[in-house]
């Protein structure tokens, strides 16, 4: 093979290299589902917003620039996540029965298995096992980005944080990856969020609401109030919001905090549902400040605040409304 055809063959090698190694794919097969869409966020960087996933005869191929590891969380219909953990140039299958999402399963990288296997270890488990389970996992695998993504939901955005075992567990896994600037990032938000803790005091904040008008810390030091997290495209997250509606109507001190991309598309929704509440939204998504100053990381997340101090974190809806006694 003469020189020139050396040169044409190593051109096409590495640009058909250089486009597979900087993209992820995942394929997906779905049981009793001809048509639908499915949510598709990141928690650490893989792609910037919320993108969709559209569903065509129980099928779907999702396709994203990918030029380091991360984590996708596919929303399903019923609200339910399954992660799934992206590495360049890699290609991974997600099958499953649509009446059975939560047994669904992502094939193709050895990350990904490590995550069925955890799944499968915790199909029968109760939520303080499960929170043993991930300990567990992360002292086994302090290297792997499952574990980041396990301390995150059982000891960081749980019902009840556990920021002090979520800040011990990190610092094992920065040992074993002293160079991942994420990891670094997350560990300095959840020694900011151990300042968000029950008992705490509500940390001093000054923010403008959608329509320009200044609020500060000190409008919810009084009396009861609650602080919480909200996105157009997240039905509990919304459903709080309009019981929170009426509550404020009788009194109640409420903001709400939208991490939608869109300002245009927080204000559209405020209206068409008639929410005249204090809300926030810079478009900055997880970024804003104030998200970054709460401690917020995932959604419906919310502080509830009595005299000034934190008293209780992430209520579900039904929780709030006895908070409220109704």
Known sequence: MNKLSCLILLTLVLVSCGTNSEQFTLEGRLLNLNQGEFYVY???????AIDTIHVQAGRFTYTVDCQTSGTLVIVFPNFSEQPVFAEPGEECKLEGDAYKLKEARVTGTKTNKLMNQFREQIESASPDEMRKFAEIFVNDHPESIVSIYLVRKYFITCQNSDYKKAL???QIMQKAQPDNGRLKQLVDQVSMQAQTAIG?????????????????????????AIIYLWASWEYESCNIQRYLQGKSNDGAKVLGICV???IKECKRLLDRENISLPVVCDGK????????????????ENLYIKNGKITDLNLTYQQIRKKFND
């Open 42 to 48: 990141s928690t650490d960087g893989v792609i910037d």
């Open 168 to 170: 011990q567990l990190l």
């Open 200 to 224: 705490c005091p509500l940390p001093k904040f000054t923010t403008t609401d959608i329509n320009g008008n200044t609020i500060t810390q000190a409008d919810y030091s009084k009396g009861e």
């Open 260 to 262: 939608d991309a869109s």
């Open 285 to 300: 998504m997880y970024d804003g400040p104030l998200i970054k100053t709460l401690g917020f990381t995932s959604i419906p």
